[in-house]
C-alpha cells in the first residue's frame, strides 16, 4: 500500500529562522512525492514535486524539500520563514507501479506558524 | 494558469434537503476530483472522474452521488444531507497526459454546513 505519514501536527517557528516541516511515505516502488499550501479559507496549491532526478527539489515562494531513499522522507524545508509562510501544508506520495490513477494519498497536515 | 471555480464558498443546508455543490475548471482536464476535508482527517476522496461520464467511488461515497455530463464540471450531490456531512468540500483536476507525475489544482473549497 502507499501511505504518507506527516509526524507534527503543529510547527512554530521564529520569522528569519530556518524551517522543516516533515512527510515520510512508504510506497513499494521509486515514489511521485508532493508538497501542497493552504491558506486559511483556500484550496491547496502546489509547491513542489519529486519526481526522478537531483534529490533537492526547489520550489515556489522559496521553498525546496529533499528526497531521502534511505530515510523514506521528504521534509519541505526553507532557509528563512516569514509570517506569510504561516499556513497549513500537505505532502502526498504516488506509487506509479501501482494503484489507480485516482489515488493520491495525502498526509494529515501540518499546522506551520511563524512568529513575528 | 489553470483555474478551478467552486461556485459557492459558503453554503447552509438543513438535514434532508438536497444540495448541489458545483465545481468548473478552464484546461480541458480529463481527470476531476471531489474531496471533503475535516480537521485531524486531512483530505479524503469522494469520488474521481478519469472523464466525461465517467466516475469512480473514493474512499467516502456513502451519502454522494455525482455527475460529469461535460468535461469541465464535475458535480456532487448530496441526496438527504446529515449533518455529519458538515465539512470543507474541495474540488480538484489534473490534466491526463503523464497523469501520474502531475500535480492536481484546486479549487478554494466550499464550507457546507448542515443545520
Known amino acids: 500500500a502507499q501511505s504518507v505519514a506527516q509526524p507534527e501536527d503543529q510547527v512554530n517557528v521564529a520569522e528569519g529562522n530556518p524551517l522543516t516541516v516533515k512527510c515520510t511515505y512508504s510506497?513499494?516502488?521509486?515514489?511521485?512525492l508532493f508538497w501542497y499550501v493552504q491558506y486559511p479559507n483556500r484550496g491547496l496549491q502546489f509547491l513542489l514535486k519529486?519526481?526522478?532526478?537531483?534529490?533537492l527539489v526547489k520550489g515556489s515562494y522559496g521553498f525546496e524539500a529533499e528526497f531521502n531513499k534511505s530515510q523514506t522522507s521528504f521534509h519541505l524545508k526553507k532557509p528563512s520563514a516569514l509570517v506569510s509562510d504561516s499556513a497549513l501544508y500537505f505532502c502526498?506520495?504516488?506509487?506509479?507501479?501501482?494503484?489507480?490513477?485516482?489515488?493520491?494519498?495525502f498526509g494529515s497536515g501540518t499546522q506551520l506558524t511563524v512568529l513575528p | 494558469d489553470v483555474k478551478v471555480t467552486q461556485s459557492s464558498r459558503y453554503l447552509v443546508k438543513r438535514t434532508g434537503e438536497k444540495v448541489f455543490l458545483e465545481c468548473v475548471q478552464d484546461?480541458?482536464?480529463?481527470?476531476m476530483f471531489w474531496y471533503r476535508q475535516d480537521p485531524g482527517l486531512g483530505l479524503r476522496l469522494i469520488y474521481f472522474?478519469?472523464?466525461?461520464?465517467?466516475?469512480e467511488k473514493g474512499d467516502i461515497p456513502e451519502g454522494y452521488s455525482v455527475s460529469r455530463e461535460k468535461k469541465e464540471r464535475f458535480s456532487p450531490i448530496l441526496e438527504s444531507a446529515s449533518t455529519n456531512q458538515t465539512s470543507m468540500y474541495l474540488c480538484?483536476?489534473?490534466?491526463?497526459?503523464?497523469?501520474?507525475?502531475?500535480?492536481?489544482?484546486f479549487g478554494d473549497g466550499t464550507r457546507l454546513s448542515i443545520l
Open positions: 510506497v513499494s516502488g521509486n515514489p511521485y
Open positions: 480538484a483536476s489534473r490534466t491526463l497526459p503523464g497523469q501520474e507525475n502531475q500535480p492536481q489544482h
Open positions: 502526498a506520495v504516488r506509487d506509479p507501479l501501482r494503484g489507480s490513477a485516482r489515488h493520491l494519498p
Open positions: 484546461m480541458d482536464h480529463e481527470n
Open positions: 519529486y519526481i526522478t532526478g537531483d534529490n
Open positions: 472522474s478519469y472523464d466525461v461520464k465517467m466516475k
